[in-house]
């Protein structure tokens, strides 16, 4: 299947002049998946909303300093698997779509998610979940909210009470809404939304809930008609007898990811924010993550996941980089993360990690197969 009937020539632009402040109210206004940036009518880049939260740049600055160029471009008769590959690599959520050389329009996440969507009740939530995940208490401020969005690269947080319990979500498109709001009223001479107090505000006051969650045994297409009904772009993942305990999350680009599995001989390896490699090719990570993975050769892995993510941090022009890498296995999921100055030794620190991780599930797996072995004697006795 190729992307000529699923994009689309409707798409919201700006010139690369336009204020930022004006890109925030369109976000508001519009909820769009990213807006295409053109200078002289010419394209230039993308801009999204995750963008304007993680920056720190005023309003009142123009687009083209945030404008990404180097967002994949898609060719209009190019298959939607490697769409899907180049939407999860570039870190984007819409790509622009080209046609004979000419911008034709743009396509999105959810025209590819709409388009296979009944193809996903093969897959369950459980095999393409992200079982690490990061959350608030119902107390932390709005300042370490968007500290944990940008460090850890992810647009939700799910939000737990003292007990520990599921009891709302905090998202970049709730905090870029009360940022729109917060500014009217400064416009309008109401200073009680100044930054620091803003900062200084509770998630309580700022999360969605109830939280929609989606049960592990469900099906993928389950949960992306959830997704699409309630316009998320994400499902808390629980156990399926409690829905108060976060066992992960579910977004949709994991699904896109699971989108460009493979049963290729050769491990599919995924690379997040690709553009970071600058010393190490592809080739290299996915012969460095096999070894690795051949330590344990009862371990199948179904798909390799490296996500790089570069911090402002630099020592001598080289900006530190977090990389984290995680397999999909027959065993369940194994990660390995670390951090260093350039995408090679981030990448490199993890893989050590990991490697270690892959190790202990080998002992854990082996020790497992001597208590079995040891009850069945016992029984026999």
Not at 195 to 218: A, F, W
Not at 319 to 344: D, M
Not at 351 to 365: A, C, M, P, S, Y
Request: aromatic content about 4%; glycine content about 6%; overall charge negative.
């Amino acid at each position: 299947m190729n992307i000529a009937d699923i994009a689309t020539e409707e798409f919201i632009q700006v010139d690369t002049d336009e204020r930022l402040g004006k890109v925030r109210s369109i976000f508001e206004r519009e909820n769009p998946k990213g807006i295409v940036v053109t200078e002289g009518g010419a394209y230039a880049g993308i801009l999204t909303e995750r963008q304007l939260i993680q920056s720190h740049i005023a309003d009142d600055a123009k687009v083209n300093v945030l404008a990404r160029n180097n967002v994949p471009r898609v060719e209009r008769e190019a298959n939607i698997r490697d769409v899907a590959r180049m939407l999860v690599e570039g870190g984007t959520k819409v790509a622009p779509v080209f046609e004979d050389g000419d911008l034709w329009g743009i396509v999105t996440e959810d025209e590819i998610l709409d388009a296979v969507l009944d193809n996903l009740d093969v897959l369950t939530v459980e095999q393409i979940y992200t079982d690490s995940v990061v959350t608030l208490e119902e107390d932390d401020r709005l300042g370490k909210v968007i500290n944990y969005l940008r460090e850890n690269d992810i647009s939700r947080l799910p939000v737990v009470n003292e007990n520990g319990r599921l009891s709302g979500m905090v998202t970049t498109h709730d905090i870029a809404e009360f940022a729109v709001r917060t500014m009217e009223r400064q416009h309008k001479g109401d200073r009680s939304g100044d930054t620091d107090r803003m900062l200084d505000l509770p998630v309580y006051d700022l999360m969605n809930s109830p939280v929609e969650t989606i049960g592990r045994e469900e099906t993928v297409s389950a949960a992306v008609e959830r997704m699409f009904d309630h316009n998320y772009a994400g499902l808390v993942v629980t156990p399926d007898d409690d829905e108060t305990i976060v066992a992960g999350i579910l977004t949709k680009t994991d699904v896109l990811r699971a989108l460009t599995y493979t049963e290729e001989e050769n491990m599919d390896v995924q690379i997040t924010n690709i553009d970071l490699l600058e010393t190490i090719s592809r080739e290299d990570i996915q012969e460095a993550i096999t070894d690795v993975a051949d330590k344990y050769q009862a371990m199948q892995v179904h798909h390799a996941h490296v996500r790089l993510t570069e911090h402002k941090e630099r020592l001598r022009g080289t900006p530190l980089v977090y990389c984290q890498i995680r397999l999909r296995t027959n065993h369940g999921q194994v990660a390995g993360s670390g951090e260093g100055y350039g995408a090679e030794t981030a990448f490199h620190v993890a893989l050590d990690k990991l490697e270690r991780n892959v190790l202990e599930l080998k002992g854990i797996r082996a020790d497992e197969q001597y208590e079995g072995q040891l009850l069945r004697k016992l029984n026999e006795l």
